[in-house]
């Protein structure tokens, strides 16, 4: 299968404990995208990289939240002392790049639950 | 700024009967504009997009087309089947700083009963 990947595919923390999610993009595609979804919601955008630089980050995208591609491959999102409201879907989406005519690949997600 | 609003569900049709999903879209200049399906237990696939005015992307049945003068993007198909029980997500393209996100609308729910 080559498509995107997402580990874990479930989480349970505990409020104030730290969690990290991992990120398997499409091999040739050179732009990553976070997403955070909640119930009922569509995807909204947190960040996305271009090769292993972070270029844009969301306004939602708070302090607690940290986010690498180290070698431009992989992608990790960290969530530090985590909250209720951060229980939702994470998605990872891929892209070969390009003008907004690019298409983007989604993972499955990982559904976090904060207790 | 960028946002799209669509069709609040949920729908529920019977097998065979046409469908559509209305879908409208605010945004600067021109945007590209998507349909996503996410079926149970799975996650969020690309149905079809178009990208620009005028444009018609279809896919399995599926139809929508760009139309800039009413800023509208509406989903439809014919016939649909059991199969299509999903969320259906509009969504635009808007690269005003090279990043390209995607913004969603809410999802809207299909139920096809046979």
């Known amino acids: 299968d080559t498509g995107v990947s997402q580990n874990p595919r479930h989480k349970i923390t505990k409020r104030g404990q730290n969690v990290t999610f991992r990120c398997d993009p499409i091999?040739?595609?050179?732009?990553l995208y976070w997403y955070r979804q909640t119930l009922g919601q569509g995807p909204e955008f947190l960040t996305y990289f271009q090769n292993e630089a972070q270029l844009e980050k969301s306004r939602l995208l708070s302090d607690r939240f940290s986010a690498e591609r180290p070698k431009g491959s992989f992608s990790t999102l960290e969530i530090q002392r985590t909250e209720q409201g951060d229980s939702a879907m994470y998605l990872c989406?891929?892209?070969?790049?390009?003008?907004?005519?690019?298409?983007?690949?989604f993972g499955p997600g990982t559904r976090l639950t904060v207790l | 700024g960028n946002s799209v609003t669509q069709m609040e569900g949920p729908v529920t049709l019977s097998e065979e009967a046409f469908l559509t999903i209305n879908c409208t879209y605010t945004a600067t200049g021109y945007p590209s504009l998507f349909w996503y399906v996410q079926y149970p237990g799975e996650g969020l696939q690309l149905l079809l997009k178009?990208?620009?005015?005028?444009d018609k992307g279809s896919n399995k049945g599926f139809e929508a087309t760009y139309r800039k003068e009413t800023t509208s993007f509406h989903l439809e198909k014919g016939s649909v089947q059991v199969s299509d029980s999903a969320v259906y997500f509009c969504?635009?393209?808007?690269?005003?700083?090279?990043?390209?996100?995607?913004?969603f609308g809410t999802g809207t729910r299909l139920t096809v009963i046979p």
């Open positions: 091999s040739e595609h050179n732009r």
């Open positions: 989406a891929s892209s070969l790049g390009g003008d907004s005519t690019d298409t983007q690949y």
């Open positions: 178009a990208t620009k005015a005028d």
């Open positions: 969504a635009l393209s808007r690269s005003l700083t090279g990043a390209n996100n995607l913004f």
